[in-house]
């Protein structure tokens, strides 16, 4: 593997998920496959998460590890070609991305959906182009449409939890004050459909996700008829596709409330982190025995830490 941009790079899951385990059993197993080289981890948008069990993960692995936080510290990048750069950006992405192929081993990358352009955001302008001229291996820490290193937490923490071999799983949207980014919700349903789970998307009308994400996938936009026997509930926000990203409902009868979990079989909660409490879900969800959400933020590390050494792997 040479990058990881979506989570169908992983190839066989049942595989990266025994990887993943041993991983989790063995942290420091692999210290000699990183010793000497260097991770960059690039952040055009904010990060606890990432930056932190990514971090984590290449030190686990040996690794020295550089992180460039690009909006604080370093020249403002133009990203467009062709502009005339006389205005407040005095460096392009087109030498600044070959020069931090000079300094790193391997290159992660965090670049969220502007929401300028939908076709910009849906063909990845910033992490193609990191791709195309670094000259190193790419990885995603989350760009415009995808998060694959948060759904291969998110599957591995399934893996943990779950009773049954086929458990029903529901990604419900749910409010927020602000237009969020599709690639949460996009990459789970992407992890989803390499698994043969029962797998439904609850969203309202206007919130349906772009249809390369949802074939084959059953989408309801009752909320409730989803819940019912679900085993996880996966919980998130996302703007609307179809009317690129516009807030179209803050209807907080979506709300993932003790009142909506008892329709379920005694589900397991799911979110990536951050969330908005009582917006997104309400304290007492979040405060439960069934809430995941720590183990699951947890998991990055491993997530990460399985990536990076199939990419050391590789080099
Ligand atoms: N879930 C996740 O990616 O968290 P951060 O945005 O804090 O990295």
């Not at 008892?262 to 079989?265: G, I, R, S, V």
């Given at each position: 593997m040479n990058t990881f941009t979506s989570i169908k790079q992983l190839g066989d899951l049942k595989k990266a998920l025994e990887a993943a385990k041993y991983v989790t059993a063995?942290?420091?197993?692999?210290?000699?496959?990183?010793?000497d080289k260097t991770a960059l981890l690039v952040f055009f948008n904010n990060s606890l998460r990432t930056r932190l069990s990514t971090q984590k993960a290449a030190l686990n692995l040996g690794m020295n590890v550089m992180v460039l936080d690009v909006n604080q510290g370093a020249w403002k990048l133009e990203t467009q070609r062709g502009v005339i750069m006389d205005g407040d950006k005095s460096e392009h992405l087109l030498e600044a991305i070959p020069v931090m192929g000079c300094y790193a081993d391997i290159i992660g990358v965090r670049s969220f959906a502007r929401f300028e352009s939908r076709e910009d955001d849906y063909n990845e302008v910033i992490l193609n182009q990191f791709i195309k001229y670094s000259g190193k291996p790419v990885f995603s820490m989350e760009a415009a449409i995808r998060h694959p290193l948060q759904t291969f937490a998110d599957l591995i923490t399934i893996e943990q939890y779950r009773k049954k071999e086929r458990p029903k799983v529901v990604m419900t949207w749910a409010p927020h004050p602000k237009a969020l980014p599709q690639a949460v919700p996009n990459s789970f349903a992407e992890g989803m459909s390499m698994t043969d789970f029962d797998f439904v998307i609850a969203n309202p009308e206007?919130?349906?996700?772009?249809p390369e994400f949802t074939k084959g996938i059953r989408v309801t936009h009752n909320q409730d008829e989803a819940l019912e026997g679900a085993d996880f509930v996966y919980a998130k926000n996302w703007a609307s596709y179809e009317h690129y990203g516009e807030v179209l409902s803050k209807d907080r009868s979506w709300t993932v409330t003790k009142e909506k979990m008892?329709?379920?079989?005694n589900a397991f909660f799911l979110h990536c982190l951050p969330v908005r409490r009582n917006m997104i879900v309400s304290d007492e969800v979040i405060e439960s025995?069934?809430?995941?959400v720590i183990p699951e933020a947890a998991n990055r590390v491993v997530s990460a830490q399985t990536v990076i050494k199939m990419l050391l792997q590789d080099l």
């Open positions: 063995n942290p420091f197993a692999d210290k000699a496959l990183g010793q206007g919130y349906d996700l772009a008892a329709l379920t079989n025995p069934q809430s995941l």
